[in-house]
């Protein structure tokens, strides 16, 4: 897990600081436009250690959700504690009314060895914000 100052270049690799790309999303001050801004913003939560965020953007009918949000939210804060995230590569996104999907790769180091995250995410956009769904399997 990073600490990250609002002037500093966001970890999300969109190039613009963490207070113009990403910070907005994470305080509430705004939703994400697009499945990939969604997905970029989720990539600096694990990042950040920002757990709530991770949860409240899940689509309530993903299957993490059959866990009771303590238990989630200690598995999720343990794999933002062990990993370092340390780029994301986004291969291509887009929607189609209010569904959505982003193809990226999430590079990480935990335990000292180097690995990576590579997945097709499905979004969906409930009431106006989107919502991670799942990965397509």
């Known amino acids: 897990m990073i600490r990250i100052g609002p002037n500093q270049s966001c970890p999300c690799g969109d190039g613009r600081k963490y207070k113009k790309c990403c910070g907005p999303l994470h305080r509430g001050v705004r ?16 990042a950040l250690g920002l757990v709530d965020y991770v949860i409240d953007t899940t689509h309530p ?5 059959n866990a009771d949000r303590a238990t989630w939210g200690a598995e999720l804060e343990s794999w933002c504690n062990e990993a370092d995230f340390v780029g994301l ?14 193809s990226f790769t999430a590079d990480y180091d935990a335990a000292g060895r180097r690995g990576a995250l590579a997945e097709l995410s499905r979004f969906e956009r409930v009431q106006g914000r989107w919502l991670y769904r799942d990965k397509d399997r």
């Open 61 to 65: 009918e993903h299957p993490a959700w």
């Open 31 to 46: 939703p994400a436009s697009s499945p990939e801004a969604l997905m970029r913003s989720r990539y600096t939560a694990y």
């Open 89 to 102: 590569t986004v291969h291509g996104s887009g929607e189609d009314g209010d569904a959505g999907w982003v």
